[in-house]
């Protein structure tokens, strides 16, 4: 089994400023290469859906909530429609019905049934306040549960250092990689970007072989070759 987080930056334009603009020619793309696929579970980012509204709006009380949120069913119902249209069998799962007490056991039903779980960035309750929860955040919950064959996160950046993409991960390099990396710049995120993808990878090794990749490299991932950057399994200290 596999987790596939789809970042929001290939299915959304995420530039400055920008609200709620598809990238509907991607996500047609993506859907045709995933057509038929089980025994997956599927994570997308909310992009340009999700944090300009909570830069915006904030997450204080009831309204701004239902803003973000509802932003974030547009985009999971666009882009589930086009995985549906590709013949996988979608059940969308919203994070903030599900968490904080998420039914996991559920969840192997549904893939022991035939469905593909889609999950998606969204604004959670926790304990008697709101957050925001990433899909990233979401592959790593998921990953320790299910401990599948492999996770990897489409971007539509790669993991450089020293100006080179970084074929492999381990041990001995990670922290001066770490180190390298900030949050996304020119971008609206709110959760973190490309640090925090890394961070979150990282944790996920610990359980399974970890990818992050340019995804013109979606194809090979789902045909097991490896591509770059893969981050072999270890106990990376955060």
């Given amino acids: 089994m596999k987790i596939l987080k789809i970042g929001g930056s290939l299915i959304t334009e995420k530039r400055e400023?920008?609200?709620?603009?598809a990238k509907e020619k991607e996500m047609e793309r993506i859907a045709k290469i995933l057509k038929g696929v089980r025994d997956i579970i599927i994570?997308?980012?909310v992009?340009?859906?999700?944090?300009p509204h909570v830069k915006k709006y904030g997450i204080s009380d009831a309204m701004s909530i239902t803003?973000?949120?509802?932003?974030c069913l547009r985009l999971d119902i666009m882009f589930c429609s086009y995985l549906e249209k590709y013949d996988v069998s979608v059940f969308p799962i919203h994070p903030i019905e599900?968490?904080?007490?998420?039914?996991?056991?559920?969840?192997?039903?549904?893939?022991?049934?035939?469905?593909?779980?889609?999950f998606h960035g969204d604004v959670i309750m926790e304990g008697e306040k709101f957050?925001?929860?990433s899909g990233d955040e979401i592959v790593r919950m998921l990953a320790e549960y299910f401990k599948p064959e492999k996770v990897g996160f489409a971007s539509d950046s790669e993991i450089l250092h020293r100006g080179e993409v970084v074929e492999v991960v381990n041990e001995r390099n990670y922290q001066e990689i770490l180190k390298d990396l900030k949050g996304a710049v020119g971008k609206d995120d709110v959760t973190g970007g490309m640090l925090n993808k890394y961070q979150e990878a990282l944790r996920i090794a610990k359980h399974c072989e970890t990818y992050i990749f340019n995804s013109k490299n979606l194809e090979k991932f789902m045909k097991n070759e490896i591509v770059p950057t893969k981050i072999e399994k270890g106990n990376y200290k955060l």
Avoid: C, T, Y
């Fill in 17 to 21: 400023g920008v609200f709620e603009v």
């Fill in 43 to 45: 994570v997308h980012g």
């Fill in 47 to 51: 992009g340009s859906f999700g944090h």
């Fill in 67 to 71: 803003k973000v949120h509802n932003a």
């Fill in 98 to 118: 599900f968490f904080p007490n998420p039914d996991l056991k559920m969840v192997e039903k549904l893939l022991e049934f035939g469905f593909v779980p889609v």
């Fill in 131 to 133: 957050r925001v929860i």
